[in-house]
């Protein structure tokens, strides 16, 4: 479904023209109210808004490329359609072109593969069912392809793929140290380091946080999964048993779990004393916790 968010009345006008489409919802209101409403029910948007406000109004939104929908900005003169989230991920660009085509204004894409009149990586083998494995590099081997820099590419059987760059050479496997594509139908694996722990750090005082650490060491890259501290020392059922010091013990959790899904997300599973006992004021009980990142 396409979301159709407009606040003036050229953008009402334009915005009547391309609902004649099959897969169209009208969002009416305040952009305020309109423009989060499309985003979060809708596979794309299309908004009659500046750049500037449409990114302001969805900042506080975005999660990942993969998960948000493409988002399209139209100028209220209807001079150019330019996309502004999931440009190639999302079908931003494409839906770019097909509202330029109906509103006869100039598709704006400003993907560096699309300017150099190549594929992107995030799409590249779309149409063949391609998935791109969770961790790739793909700003990192996208920018040596557009630099000139030799990058390999190796396939564990042929495809019809579209041509290749002329610094992109096939190979029979990846060469160290030198950026590469590689598409197979094997299983493969993630290199980087995955933690999930619970978080003493230094801001949270007596209690402890639970936190998802992904990367390699030295480059560490941690988020925080829980939404409520736990309290390790005071829980209603594990204490120390010493009358001198009845909460002495420090109990973390019974479980602790994660795995990753065949969509690159992690889920993490554990127990935490976050809720307080239903019994003893002051103490807190263990429960299990979900979080998918």
């Given amino acids: 479904m396409i979301g159709l968010v407009s606040v003036t009345k050229a953008g009402h006008a334009a915005a009547g023209r391309l609902a004649a489409w099959p897969d169209t919802q009208t969002y009416d209101g305040p952009a305020a109210e309109a423009l989060p409403r499309a985003f979060a029910e809708c596979d794309a948007v299309v908004c009659f808004l500046a750049v500037g406000a449409t990114v302001r109004l969805l900042a506080p939104l975005l999660t990942t490329k993969h998960d948000d929908p493409a988002v399209v900005c139209v100028d209220e003169a209807l001079r150019f359609a330019v996309p502004v989230l999931g440009a190639h991920s999302g079908g931003g660009n494409e839906l770019a072109r097909r509202v330029a085509a109906t509103l006869g204004a100039e598709p704006v894409v400003t993907t560096a593969s699309d300017a150099a009149g190549g594929a992107g990586l995030d799409d ?4 063949l069912g391609f998935t791109i494995e969770p961790g790739s590099d793909l700003a990192g081997v996208g920018t ?9 590419f190796s396939a564990s059987q042929e495809w019809p793929l579209p041509a290749l760059p002329p610094n992109v050479v096939r190979t029979d496997r990846p060469e160290p140290g030198v950026p590469a594509v590689v598409v ?23 209690t402890y946080t639970t936190a998802l650490a992904e990367g390699h060491p030295g480059s560490f890259v941690k988020t925080t999964i829980s939404t409520a501290p736990s309290n390790p020392t005071m829980s209603e059922f594990f204490q120390a048993g010493d009358p001198a010091c009845e909460f002495c013990a420090v109990f973390h959790g019974d479980y602790i779990g994660l ?8 889920n993490a599973a554990w127990t935490d004393m976050r809720d307080p006992s239903p019994f003893t004021p002051g103490l807190f009980s263990q429960f299990i916790y979900y979080a998918r990142k």
Avoid: C, K, M, W
């Fill in 184 to 206: 197979t139908d094997q299983t493969t694996h993630r290199t980087e380091r995955v933690v999930l722990y619970h978080d003493r750090g230094n801001s949270n005082g007596p």
């Fill in 144 to 152: 040596a392809i557009l630099s000139g820099e030799r990058v390999t």
């Fill in 124 to 127: 590249f083998g779309a149409d």
């Fill in 259 to 266: 795995a990753y899904g065949s969509d690159g997300h992690a």
